[in-house]
């Protein structure tokens, strides 16, 4: 009854994640066909993966994937829940999934811890306790241009257009076009030198 009572508190948020627009997707990420536990499907490693790197999705996002990987509600549950169809929470989870399996996704994640250890440690109130992902949560690498943190925040993590992106931000289509490219070609990269040294997807501290 606890954790009944623990999931309907958060069914504001929850309800709105699976409202909420077209999220990303990509031709080149396949993710799965779901079953009913979402666990199940993806497994004990790449859960506590796809957890770490939750950190860094939107909040209402976040509150939705933290549900299925680390409560284990099955879609079914999280769709009673919110009052909408399977089909609809299944499509939702399916494309964050498929967004966070992108190479960019843990790239973007990578470099921002990266800036976050870099950074000095903060001293005030609950930020003292927090981990280093949430750390990295809020941190970017000092030498990434505004355009670049537009397109990394905007496009790469949230699944925006780079054209809502630039509308959203002020700044110049091209310029988030050229950095959400540049994004891709250093993530893939990135992604090619971790795996030929032998570490995991999360190699970079994402794991």
Do not use: Y
Not at 151 to 169: D, N, P
Request: charged fraction near 25%; glycine fraction near 8%.
């Amino acid at each position: 009854m606890q954790a009944a009572a623990t999931l309907a508190d958060r069914q504001n948020i929850l309800t709105h994640t699976v409202h909420c627009g077209k999220g990303w997707s990509s031709d080149s990420v396949r993710i799965a066909p779901l079953k009913p536990s979402v666990r199940a499907a993806l497994g004990t490693a790449e859960c506590g993966r796809m957890e770490a790197l939750a950190a860094f999705l939107p909040e209402h996002e976040r509150a939705l994937v933290l549900e299925v990987l680390r409560e284990g509600r099955s879609i079914a549950q999280v769709a009673r829940l919110c009052g909408v169809p399977a089909s609809t929470v299944r499509r939702r989870v399916r494309g964050m999934l498929a967004r966070m399996s992108d190479p960019a996704f843990a790239f973007v994640a990578a470099r921002r811890m990266g800036a976050a250890a870099a950074a000095p440690a903060p001293r005030t109130g609950r930020h003292d306790r927090d981990d280093p992902v949430a750390q990295g949560a809020r941190a970017w690498p000092a030498e990434w241009s505004r355009s670049r943190r537009v397109a990394a925040e905007m496009c790469v993590l949230r699944g925006m257009s780079a054209r809502r992106a630039a509308a959203s931000s002020g700044e110049n289509l091209r310029a988030v076009l050229r950095q959400v490219r540049t994004l891709r070609e250093l993530a893939a990269e990135w992604w090619a030198t971790a795996r030929r040294d032998g570490h995991a997807r999360g190699a970079g501290g994402v794991r």
